[in-house]
DNA sequence: AGACATTTAAATGTCTGACAAATGAAAAAT
DNA sequence: ATTTTTCATTTGTCAGACATTTAAATGTCT
């Protein structure tokens, strides 16, 4: 019955919800680790260990030294966006998420912002895809780097929806997507379709023509669902004939 | 310019680079602390810090007693909703995010899955639905008891996609932006043009009416940015009059 | 042989004390 | 006044010990 968590799991709540709760401000120092042991009434290594669970969530930060110690951390997107990828793309793989579901997630949310992004993107966010749509053309590309180029294309296209919130959601689905298109052989023909619709999301978002861009990425969702269905195809078809040999 | 990372950092990063390339399969037993503290050469402290980091990304789980030991986690839905959530909480509040940028994030990307929505909510997400509505109706009703049932109505609506992965990003887009909402005053009259709008929803809904929903879903992002509007002008109204008591 | 009680071994959880390393500030020297 | 040195504080790491939990091994009785 009783599922007492550790002192230092129970120590780090403590702590953390007094950062949550906006208790603790941003930059604050928190007392030393020697403080906390004496106020928690525990030694100093629990005391450390809790103050390590807090770094591996980025709500601290540590200094050593004179005037160093604990600090609360401001959480910047750009860690946001890292914890995001990592969980995401674990979530995905631990679970058997299968491709379909994974990718309508993705394309759902993509088209969210392509409004958003025919509206605002900039010159800057148009070059980006461009190069990139260059880059796919290469002959020699391997599907990796293939499936790379796909993920920073649709990077720059949320990113042109110019709202940090909407960027930090899709990095995670965005980019937890790619192991699985890594599974997927891209032969000459699937690649030059791509590159073919690539080329006409930039021009579409160039124009600012928002309606045609939904359009398109939903034409390259249905392309890409495809190539994923013959990925699952080629699977279950393996599965199947094992059995039938008995 | 020697930026070394603690040990017990470093060692986090190896065994969750080993998990995340999936050499670790789920549920395997990690080495016992002191087999680890032997293979890196380190003090068996430095080990539990870093076993705690991951315990922390809820990476690995530990159990107490003679077979116990530090398994590699299966990461759930459930897990990750609450990371997504508190991680989203966090990032708006510390970087000053305004209400329109996370109010428009949000709706996006609800748009997004309504019309999953209304292909495939079951009844038991409309009776959710209308559940919370009718508690939204209630007079008595304090605001922040009102956004949290607002919340509850979204996160319905949401998972009649049917796309856990979508359920899992959006979770941090809806649940994030409540301490947002909390600010707000909702008057009578503003209650009621939600409700009505939460009632035209689970109605299109039900009807499986697809441009509607995202009509009436674009109606209540307009208005809520309203509310959220009224806000930020008393805010700023307040801070510019302060100077000029000057 | 089977059921129950006891012991034991292995593992994590916690504590204590110590030293190393970094670092800014105060003190001392020039 | 400026530079150098010393010093106190704080985190990082280590070693060893004991407590607690847990399941398996062992022993005991029916």
Redesign the interface.
């Known amino acids: 019955m009783k599922n007492a968590p550790d002192l230092?799991?129970q120590i780090?709540k403590s702590i953390r919800d007094a950062?949550?709760s906006?208790d603790l401000p941003?930059d604050e120092r928190l007392p030393s680790e020697a403080e906390l042991s004496e106020q928690f009434a525990v030694s100093r290594?629990t005391v450390?260990?809790?103050l390590?669970?807090?770094?591996?969530?980025s709500?601290i930060r540590t200094q050593r030294g004179a005037t160093g110690g604990a600090f609360v951390n401001?959480?910047?997107?750009e860690q946001?966006y890292g914890?995001?990828i990592?969980?995401?793309?674990?979530?995905?793989?631990?679970?058997d998420?299968n491709f379909d579901?994974?990718c309508?997630?993705r394309f759902?949310?993509e088209?969210?912002?392509a409004p958003?992004s025919a509206q605002r993107r900039t010159a800057d966010h148009l070059a980006t895809m461009r190069a990139e749509i260059t880059r796919q053309a290469q002959p020699g590309l391997s599907d990796e780097s293939f499936c790379a180029s796909d993920v920073a294309f649709h990077r720059a296209l949320v990113d042109g929806?110019g709202?940090?919130?909407?960027s930090?959601?899709l990095a995670?689905?965005v980019e937890a997507i790619e192991p699985l298109m890594n599974m997927i052989t891209f032969t000459a023909r699937d690649r030059s379709h791509i590159v073919g619709l690539h080329t006409a999301i930039a021009d579409a978002l160039d124009a600012s023509d928002a309606p045609l861009v939904d359009k398109l990425l939903a034409d390259l969702a249905t392309y890409t669902a495809q190539l994923g269905q013959s990925v699952a195809a080629e699977k279950n078809g393996a599965k199947k004939i094992t059995p039938k040999a008995n």
Chains 1, 2 share one sequence.
């Open positions: 230092s799991a780090a950062i949550v906006g941003i290594s450390r260990e809790a390590k669970r807090l770094a591996a969530q709500l401001r959480l910047t997107f946001a914890q995001q990592t969980t995401s793309a674990l979530l995905l793989s631990m679970n998420v579901t994974a309508e997630a759902a949310l088209r969210a912002c958003l929806a709202n940090p919130v909407l930090y959601q995670g689905a």
